[in-house]
């Protein structure tokens, strides 16, 4: 029974950055894992940031007193983190569990990065984000349980500060149990089940027919009616579990059973635990059994064809429900249900970086309370459309970007103002609040009216495209000019582009950039640096090298800082996994490239051997998924601006001589709609902007992609669309799942699938490289396969990287003795 309009304060957040202002997280995790500081340092270290947090977003306006603060932090993944509450660890690191089933510190990190033999787990993209998990695998006797309390702990130290200053009372948040388990893959028996039977290999995804992660759903959910319990007796009035699964159909699950999936879990979590009420017991004196729930759906609609999910959740007896009204549509009209209920009107977006227009805003709020119209709810609170973790801290913090620029920008902090406003607003009035909004239409009418948003003969150029601008010859005769170009052998090998960026180039690029280093010391430097890396891979064996990147601070960014309609940031880090952090760009304006991007250290490596050597660029689809781009058109024209500018460096680039070019679309997938129906538009502009990109390119120029962190069976058409020459994609983690789904859509093309995972500091055995080798090549036809890297090298050291690759050459070597 759920309690009648619970108090949840008007303001709230999702989420917000964990990483901290200057990467604080980021440093102690990595200091830790190299052996510098201990376990109980790195805690030191979390402690004291979750305290800055809290207070800081009590500064900023939110209510220290009553769940308004969420307690999202994380040392490296929150779904990790919902594994390590559950115990829910893979046979092969069970061993590094305590008797409870507890990960220390520094298991839970081995299971994100892997040990000796031991994979870590698969890697891929949060729904249509830059931001990545670990899937968890799940089998029939997967341990399951709560074992970990330290959510419950965290809570207490800041509603408890041992410090004596300001107490925060937060809203402790989770993924959802029905999130965690659609997120899932399926892996097999443990080895203790497995002991005297031969049925069933313990790998992931080997599982009893018929056996799905979702079969577990009473096993987790009373898990989290424990941990309800103990986060009830610790005090906390609210807890958040999130469940951005109900806003999706690419999970392969009839919308019929997540619904019953919701129903049990919430009936169990939210009807029979009793619920805290406003004082210390629950309803009609009863002890509380559990904190008031509030379930959050953000990233999209929870309203489909398949099915209603805001319906679905009134319909439970959690507290409040968030929904999304940035990807999401406005609902109108009564929601049975929602009468007893806080909805948490997410109106601020938490993927960009624009100033809201408060205005336009609060017109949406006001609406889901207007009489007749509106939905009904007992309550009404205002938040943003998802967590903050997808944007950087505080645009204050940016002093090189122009104040025009900053004028029309809002991060995380500056988010949560504007939810303040928002919620002020619905309490107050507007009156309240009119200066507010009088400066957000001020700034949103700046920005429309400024120089170089639009940029008249760029706009002529795209509007003078044609079909013809995205075809290239048939692919049979390209090969065949490749191939008499080349001259490659069978199974050729190759990287992905960027080597290990070690703190020496990282230096010299820094101080070039403040202005200690000259031009022409810098380029001596980074010469120097493209020598060695040619070198290195001349000694491996690699058939086609690459310069390796060290001029390149980002693989986005680096573009960004020479083309035109772009800035970047000093401090605008984002997480994108664990400790790796991302500054993404600001793509404010017109796109175009004022001179060559690459051109001269491509064309530098290339003059140091007699071996093919890949021109490296970005393509246009990940430079606006991995940057926070305008939001006044729609993201297809932009694309084509930006491939425009790469189709002029692709033409210079063959002009210098270099006949390989690879056109990075990582992010292809990540930005594929949630919803099916959306597929077909958002699959049109961006295969149309790859091709336009490459589709200039001579017949004997053979173009290579990358794309990783997917889910490739959904896009497999939209792969074979781009129609490049040879595509690599990550698949190591995965063991080869990719490789059947190509061999059943009949790909022709080249094709790279992973052998090495570049994510994890272990390094494949020549075996176990060898194995995936003859995976590949027996599935697909050998002469289209190639053998790679999942991705690029940067963040992963020598030692490492160069043990890896002669595996990998002399796997490659050994397969195609055998062809």
């Not at 209920?341 to 609060?362: C, E, F, P, Q, S």
Request: net charge negative; aromatic share 6%.
């Amino acid at each position: 029974m759920a309690v009648t309009n619970p108090h949840l304060p008007t303001a709230t957040i999702l989420g917000y950055p964990r990483i901290g202002r200057r990467r604080e997280l980021k440093r102690a995790v990595e200091s830790f894992w190299a052996g510098r500081t201990t376990a109980d340092e790195l805690e030191a270290t979390a402690r004291d940031l979750r305290q800055t947090t809290a207070r800081r977003l009590v500064d900023l306006g939110l209510d220290a007193g009553n769940a308004a603060v969420p307690g999202s932090f994380s040392y490296y993944d929150q779904v990790l983190d919902a594994v390590a509450l559950l115990g829910a660890v893979p046979d092969r690191f069970a061993g590094l569990t305590t008797d409870e089933g507890r990960l220390p510190l520094s298991a839970y990190f081995t299971v994100a990065r892997g040990e000796g033999d031991n994979a870590p787990l698969e890697m891929t993209k949060w729904f249509d984000t830059n931001y990545h998990y670990l899937v968890p695998e799940i089998g029939p006797d997967t341990p399951i349980g709560f074992v970990d309390d330290r959510a419950v702990r965290e809570f207490t130290e800041l509603a408890h500060p041992a410090d004596g200053g300001q107490a925060v009372v937060t809203r402790p948040a989770f993924v959802g149990p029905v999130t965690f388990l659609l997120l899932s893959k399926a892996a097999g028996p443990s080895a203790a089940a497995l002991r005297g039977s031969q049925a069933h290999s313990s790998a992931a995804g080997d599982t009893p027919d018929g056996f799905r992660p979702l079969d577990r759903l009473d096993d987790v959910v009373a898990a989290y009616a424990d941990l309800l319990r103990a986060l009830a007796a610790a005090g906390a009035p609210w807890v958040q579990l999130d469940e951005p699964a109900l806003v999706t159909d690419l999970l392969d699950v009839p919308f019929d059973e997540v619904a019953d999936a919701v129903r049990r879990a919430y009936t169990r979590l939210a009807t029979e635990l009793s619920p805290a009420g406003s004082g210390a017991d629950g309803v009609d004196g009863v002890t509380a059994e559990r904190p008031a729930i509030l379930v959050t759906a953000p990233y999209g609609d929870l309203r489909s064809e398949a099915g209603d999910g805001l319906a679905l959740l009134a319909g439970t007896d959690v507290e409040a429900i968030a929904i999304d009204l940035v990807r999401g549509a406005v609902p109108t009209g009564p929601v049975p249900g929602l009468e007893n209920k806080t909805l948490v009107a997410g109106a601020i977006d938490g993927h960009n970086i624009w100033r809201a227009d408060l205005d336009a805003r609060l017109t949406v709020v006001e609406g889901l309370a207007a009489p007749g119209t509106g939905v009904g709810a007992g309550a009404l609170a205002v938040g943003t459309s998802t967590s903050l973790l997808h944007v950087p801290h505080d645009v204050a913090d940016e002093p090189r970007l122009d104040a025009d620029l900053t004028s029309w920008l809002a991060f995380a902090d500056q988010k949560v103002a504007e939810v303040v406003t928002l919620a002020t607003a619905l309490t107050d009035g507007r009156t309240a609040v009119a200066d507010r909004l009088a400066e957000s239409t001020a700034a949103v009418r700046s920005r429309a009216a400024a120089p170089g948003v639009v940029v008249p003969t760029v706009r002529e150029r795209t509007a003078a495209l044609t079909a013809a601008d995205v075809e290239r010859a048939p692919y049979a005769e390209r090969a065949a000019a490749q191939q008499a170009r080349l001259n490659l052998p069978p199974l050729p090998t190759t990287t992905i582009g960027s080597f290990p960026q070690t703190a020496e180039i990282r230096s010299t690029r820094a101080a070039w950039v403040r202005g200690e280093l000259s031009d022409a010391d810098y380029t001596a430097a980074m010469r120097a640096e493209i020598a060695s890396t040619v070198a290195l891979q001349e000694e491996l064996g690699l058939d086609v090298l690459v310069h390796g990147e060290p001029e390149r601070n980002d693989m986005v960014q680096y573009f960004a800082e020479q083309l035109d309609g772009f800035a970047t940031t000093v401090n605008g880090w984002v997480q994108s996994y664990g400790s790796r952090c991302v500054r993404p760009p600001i793509l404010w304006g017109d796109v175009s490239r004022p001179a060559p991007l690459t051109v001269e250290w491509t064309a530098y490596a290339a003059s140091l051997t007699s071996r093919p050597v890949k021109g490296m660029l970005t393509g246009p689809v990940t430079i606006l998924a991995w940057s926070f781009v305008r939001d006044d058109q729609p993201l297809g024209d932009t694309a084509d601006q930006v491939a425009l500018a790469l189709r002029d460096e692709v033409t210079d680039l063959e002009a210098a001589g270099i006949g390989v070019v690879q056109v990075d679309e990582p992010a292809l997938r990540e930005l594929l709609p949630l919803r099916r129906s959306a597929h077909p538009g958002y699959l049109d502009w961006s295969v149309r902007s790859f091709r336009l990109s490459t589709a200039g390119a001579d017949t004997a120029t053979q173009v290579h992609t990358h794309l990783c962190y997917s889910e490739f069976g959904q896009v497999i058409g939209a792969i074979d669309g781009l129609d490049a020459d040879v595509t690599s994609v990550e698949a190591a983690r995965s063991r080869m799942e990719i490789v059947p789904e190509l061999a059943d859509a009949g790909y022709g093309r080249g094709i790279g699938p992973g052998v090495y995972d570049i994510h994890s500091p272990r390094v494949p055995s020549v075996q176990e490289v060898t194995d995936l080798v003859e995976l590949a090549a027996k599935s697909i036809d050998p002469r289209l396969v190639w053998v790679n890297p999942d991705c690029g090298l940067k963040t992963r050291a020598y030692a490492e990287t160069k043990e890896s690759l002669a595996n990998l050459v002399t796997a490659a070597r050994t397969v195609r003795a055998t062809l």
